[in-house]
């Protein structure tokens, strides 16, 4: 392909809101290109841009360009606001779902040992991460959360297969390892009241940022679990949660 027709596609894709496929860049032709010649030509594109601090990448929906990591901590400054924080619950919730889906939220309390709260699943799904794409064919026929094409869009992935290879398969270290991608994870963050459970199966208290501002943390750690449940939170259980959303 001359250079031409590749400025005509770079600028294309400089200038596209959204990820463009090699369908898409063939439109932009009106004599007959290839798609191998697109894609050569999307190659040879991605090589003239090694060393500038855009790169050409190849998502799950398409082709774009988009900064390079490097570069967030000077355009950060350029923005007011900041990208939402993620609490270990969220990634942990997230990290599940994506390197075990399909996956039904009771099996991922399994795997956490502790009750998901609906706030957890709700930002997940309002981020456009996770969607239920389906039951599983057992009592309640809960449902089956899996990724979506914008989970992969937004860590810059072709598809599941390109996820981060895990050295561990704890929850934790899915959470750190997709969180040294484009999100923000804030392990001191917290957006649900959790019952951790001990190595004797008996629970511990873990109580939200927002509750633990009305008492000192050291007074928090004194607190047993029968006084933290009437004073400072209720606990939260999948049997308890579940009442509590058939009541609403």
Known sequence: MDDHNKRVIETALLCAQEPLTVADLMRLFAQDISAGEIDD??????KSWEDKGMELVHIATGWRFQSRLAMREYLDRLTPEKPPKYSRAVMETLAIIAYRQPVTRGEIEEIRGVAVSSNVMKQLEDRGWVEVIGHKETIGRPGLYATTKQFLDDLSLTNLQSLPMLEDAAPMAAAEQLGQAVMEFDASATVETVIELDKN?????????????????EKAAEITAEEATEEVIEEVTPESEKQSDEQK
């Open 41 to 46: 030509a999307l190659i040879e594109l991605q």
């Open 201 to 217: 199966g008996q629970p511990m208290i873990e109580v939200a940022s927002e509750e633990i501002t009305a008492v000192t943390k």
